[in-house]
């Protein structure tokens, strides 16, 4: 059922957010801060999937919406395995390298750009980075998600997260491995999260169920759920193991986030923001 479920998922995020592979779609000098206005409500503006093998995947208008990743699957086991949503040429791109070819990715755009900020970078061996206040000037609340995640992911050592603490967003993470590193973008929001936090481990005595939790209520059009953490082993040569994933590509349907694995564990972690 899980697996449908993936597959199912997966397809019509395609089919309906995803414009298509891009050849040459390079990484540009980081747009910094954006001034934009925010739609509300703050609906789903597209999104896209990756998979080890195709090229960088257009998204859509980088001013008209930010994008975020939302789904992790297959293997990252080296320094230089990465999947990423950037800008380049004033559109959004989701794109990786991936040594093993099965990784996956998938990213979800929100229809504002409202406090976009410039990515932040953390990466292995290095102190815990700020974002910045949780608090925008004018009051509201500014909310962070990871768009960039790389490197040799082999056990729960392994780990990248954001978090608020002390008024503050902070990007951290940790690695006995190689090449561990995120990265991650800010934007001002009506309202945000507490932090969802599953994990599923292997070898347990529901081993074949994913840990699967609903996120928000049906038609919750104006609610979009993004990651702001990932653990564990990625060392599956199929796609469809060792995944963390947010279904939000209907914006009919309510928003969930499920974690599989076969061999280890793996940990997710999610937040929802208006």
Request: overall charge negative.
């Amino acid at each position: 059922m899980f697996k449908d479920r993936l597959m199912n998922g997966l397809l019509a995020l395609v089919v309906i957010g995803a414009s298509g592979c891009v050849a040459g779609a390079v990484e540009e000098e980081d747009d910094g801060e954006e001034t934009g206005v925010v739609e509300q409500p703050m609906g789903w503006a597209g999104g896209g999937v990756w998979e080890a093998g195709v090229g960088p995947v257009d998204m859509g208008d980088a001013s008209t919406r930010t994008c975020f990743l939302t789904g992790i699957m297959g293997d990252f086991e080296s320094g230089s395995e990465w999947v990423h949503t950037y800008i380049s040429g004033g559109r959004w791109y989701l794109h990786g390298n991936n040594t093993h070819g099965s990784a996956r990715a998938m990213a979800t755009c929100v229809s504002s750009t409202l406090g976009r900020t410039a990515e932040a970078s953390w990466s292995q061996g290095q102190v815990t980075v700020n974002l910045g206040s949780d608090t925008a000037s004018s009051g509201l609340p500014r909310a962070c998600f990871l768009t960039r995640v790389g490197g040799d992911f082999n056990g729960l050592s392994e780990s990248v997260t954001l978090r608020q603490f002390l008024g503050q967003w902070w990007l951290h993470g940790g690695s006995s491995s190689t090449g561990v590193h995120a990265r991650a973008r800010c934007i001002t929001v009506s309202s945000v999260s507490p932090a969802t936090i599953l994990a599923d481990e292997f070898g347990d005595p529901e081993e074949d169920d994913p840990t699967y939790e609903l996120l928000t209520p049906e038609n919750s059009f104006d609610t979009q759920c993004m990651l702001t953490g990932v653990a564990g082993e990625f060392s599956s040569d199929n796609q469809s193991d060792h995944s963390i994933i947010i279904y939000s590509h209907d914006p009919l349907l309510s928003k969930s986030m499920s974690v599989w694995t076969t061999r280890s564990r793996i940990e997710g972690r999610a937040r929802c923001v208006m």
